[in-house]
């Protein structure tokens, strides 16, 4: 066992008296030590009952004949953070879960692992450090909360919530409906009830093989979660056991190049968060797999979108999907129009191939999972654009974009910094018909990229939402929705085009032609870029954020684009 360097032979007593202050006997020393990598935070939803999660799978794994260590990762929640400064550490706290991972494993020389996300950037955190660890592990995630309801029947989740700030500020609702709204829009513990973020990236864990199945879809604190809870368990310490199980089931077995087809092909066919294009470029790099934004589009157009589910203009939920066949039902359906849309081959840490694990699965409710036949769009749900504003590619949701904003032409309302954008769409600056350009907060110049939900929610909440366009070189949240484009690369901090933009310029946004081009004459953009270079415009507004975070500093100075995954350089 790899755990063998730190329990066998005399010299390593000392090692074994501190492990016998845990509670070690003789007879542990002979057994698997398994990682449990939690998330457990008190103040997440998804999280707070973790604590109680880790005591389950412990409990398992003893009785499974392995020796379970919990350790914990940091966690942010990034609908508690957003709208104010602390949204800047919500991405680079992925970075940090990484390292955690990777120093607990490696410095205790774990033979396994399972891994307890639930929320925002802990997911694909702990995947990356499980690459870089590599021994067997199984993702099982705190699962989704349920969909929040009105008295009146009306269905809510977190997004009804920051868009009924929207409303109330344009005067739309008063102060006893936004009370209503706020105290039903998250009714229980879970990730947030939508395909947002997390849900998006606990549903790519079951695509990529890494995690169960109903790993994404089964409602947390339910029986159905705490049976899966105690199933991994079982199955990360039948492989700990067995030499060469440990060896087949290394986590790089599993995840590889076709799982991350196989995880864009799931996103594609679930409209996801544009965030997952964002991590699953960082979790390609870590895998060392070739993989970027072109890739994407290609695949889009073998996929079908066949789920439309929340914050996508609809009224499905996690919940709902789990009931109508959850993510085998729509990977078998997705993979009935073109056998080679999926690597149906691929290993799961279940120990069959990923065809064996969905081929009898079916829909059961053609309603919430359509057939391919009948579906929203021919092609998948999320799409890169590129043109002269993103030359490395952006990113929109087209499954949350109403059709009469896929063709779009405006004029440019430009803000140097979210924070700029929400006090000016509040205001009223933003009219029907503007682009709302947003900047410097993309990885580099945020520092941290971060999230733009209240900027649009607001236009959302203000009946804007099919007449403005919202561009940035920020991202936004699983729970965005409406004609936002984000990720733009080259961002504005490293002299992307979107720094040039002034307001009143034409910005047209093509989905049918995936493009997204700023129309202003290149001489004129000549002379804005020499001007942006001689008054250091980007090194004003950089000092004018007055970043005092020694992280955050070196993060800015670490850190790549959004269409390199957002990672940190580990060679100049």
């Known amino acids: ?27 542990d020393f002979s057994k698997p030590f398994i990682g449990v990598a939690n998330s457990y935070i008190d103040i997440i939803p998804g999280h707070f009952f973790l604590n109680k999660y880790s005591e389950i799978i412990k409990d398992e794994i003893r009785k499974s004949g392995g020796i379970p260590f919990e350790f914990n990762t940091i966690g942010i929640d990034d609908g508690i953070a957003m709208g104010h400064s602390g949204m800047l550490y919500s991405l680079p706290s992925r970075e940090l879960i990484a390292d955690c991972i990777e120093s607990v494993m490696n410095a205790h020389a774990l033979d396994a ?25 199984i993702f099982v995630s705190g699962g989704p909360m349920l969909a929040g309801r009105l008295d009146d029947g009306t269905i809510l989740d977190l997004n009804s919530a920051f868009e009924a700030v929207g409303a109330y500020a344009s005067g739309k609702i008063d102060d006893k409906k936004l009370y209503e709204i706020e105290c039903n829009a998250c009714p229980s513990g879970g990730s947030c009830s939508g395909m947002f973020t997390a849900n998006s990236m606990n549903t790519l864990c079951e695509a990529m093989g890494i995690a169960l199945s109903g790993n994404g879809t089964i409602p947390a604190l339910t029986k159905e979660r705490e049976e899966l809870l105690r199933a991994a368990a079982r199955r990360i310490v039948e492989i700990a056991k067995d030499e060469n199980k440990s060896e087949k089931f290394k986590f790089r077995n599993i995840l590889n190049k076709e799982a991350i087809h196989n995880a864009f092909v799931v996103d594609m066919a679930m409209g996801g968060s544009t965030n997952t294009v964002l991590h699953m470029l960082a979790i390609a790099k870590e895998a060392e797999v070739d993989f970027d934004l072109k890739n994407i589009n290609e695949i889009a157009k073998n996929v079908a979108h066949i789920a ?11 919940e709902d999907i789990n009931k109508a066949g959850g993510v085998n039902a729509v990977m078998n359906e997705v993979s009935k129009r073109n056998t080679k849309t999926l ?5 799961t840490i279940t120990g069959e191939s990923l065809g064996e694990r969905i081929k009898e699965s079916k829909i059961i409710d053609s309603n919430i999972i359509h057939h391919n036949s009948d579906a929203y769009s021919q092609v998948g749900g999320l799409k890169i654009l590129f043109g002269n504003l993103c ?3 952006a ?5 949350a974009v109403a059709e009469s904003m896929k063709e779009f032409k405006g004029k440019a309302i430009c803000f140097n910094s979210q924070d700029e954008a929400i ?8 009219k029907s018909g503007n682009v709302v350009v947003i900047r410097y907060e ?35 949240s699983g729970a965005t929705r409406g004609a936002c484009i984000g990720h733009i690369s080259p961002e504005a901090a490293e002299g992307g085009l979107i720094a040039l933009i002034e307001d009143g310029d034409e910005i047209e946004i093509s989905v049918s032609r995936g493009e997204l081009n700023l129309l202003v004459d290149s001489k004129i953009l000549e002379s804005r870029r020499a001007k942006w270079l001689e008054q250091g415009i980007a090194k004003q507004i950089m000092q004018n954020k007055n970043i005092t975070s020694k992280w955050l500093k070196r993060y800015s100075l670490l850190v790549s684009n959004a269409a390199n995954g957002a990672v940190l350089k580990t060679e100049l």
């Open 113 to 137: 692992m399972i891994c307890i996300p639930n929320c925002d950037k802990i997911v694909p955190g702990m995947i990356m450090g499980a690459l870089r660890v590599n021994v067997p592990a």
């Open 343 to 347: 690597y149906l081959e691929n290993l």
């Open 308 to 318: 439309k589910i929340a914050p996508a203009i609809s009224t499905i939920h996690m």
């Open 1 to 27: 066992m790899r755990s063998d360097i730190i329990k066998k032979g005399y010299q390593k007593a000392p090692h074994r008296s501190l492990l016998r202050a845990t509670g070690l006997k003789d007879e």
């Open 423 to 430: 006090k000016g769409i509040a205001g009223g600056k933003v």
């Open 395 to 399: 990113v929109l949701k087209v499954a």
């Open 391 to 393: 030359e490395q590619g």
């Open 442 to 476: 993309g990885p580099k110049g945020g520092p941290g990229m971060q999230e733009m939900l209240s900027p649009t929610s607001l236009i959302m909440g203000m009946g804007l939402g099919e007449s403005v366009a919202l561009i940035t070189d920020g991202r936004f």
